[in-house]
């Protein structure tokens, strides 16, 4: 028998993982708006997210170069981009001195920002997201064919001031 779950399918040990960013953050109106490379950083920020340490994810160049940012101007304009578009916080500012520098700090606004011992974050951890995807309201427009079109009803249904549909049949 195997000592556990998590050996059996895999997951402990092997050093693989998975980047999850969830459905309502890909179908929100913001997203949608983003640039590849903002959109490159944000998949490799994911990427870092072990669980435990949203607020302690680095977009430093030297580390994302080897995946694939060739330019510091590059990796500044996407990041920015992420912030402006509120699909990142910065934890930690970074600065340049000879000896001691650091380098800035974000968490994923769709997670709740994690306490990183060691580490001084202007961000206070918190229990809930900084950003509830979930929440916010992506209207569509309704389906011009397929299932609740007016296609499939053959005519357009009439609604009433409270929103309801108005039934012809009374």
Not at 30 to 55: E, M, P, T, W, Y
Request: proline content about 5%; glycine content about 10%; charged content about 25%.
């Amino acid at each position: 028998m195997v000592a556990s779950i998590s050996k059996s399918k895999g997951r402990k040990g092997s050093g693989r993982g998975f980047a999850a960013i969830p459905r309502d953050v890909i179908y929100s109106k913001d997203f949608s708006k983003l640039r590849g490379n903002a959109i490159r950083l944000l998949v490799l920020l994911a990427a870092q997210f072990k669980g435990h340490n949203n607020g302690d994810l680095t977009a430093s160049f030297n580390c994302l170069q080897e995946l694939g940012f060739s330019s510091k101007g590059t990796l500044s304009s996407a990041t920015d981009e992420l912030l402006k578009a509120n699909f990142l916080v910065r934890t930690r500012d970074g600065f340049f001195s000879n000896p001691g520098s650091q380098c800035a700090l974000y968490a994923l606004t769709w997670l709740p920002v994690n306490e990183c011992p060691g580490k001084q974050l202007t961000v206070s951890s918190t229990k809930t997201p900084p950003r509830k995807f979930s929440l916010e309201i992506n209207k569509k427009p309704s389906p011009k064919f397929g299932h609740d079109s007016v296609q499939e009803s053959g005519r357009a249904r009439a609604r009433g001031s409270d929103g309801k549909f108005i039934s012809v049949q009374k």
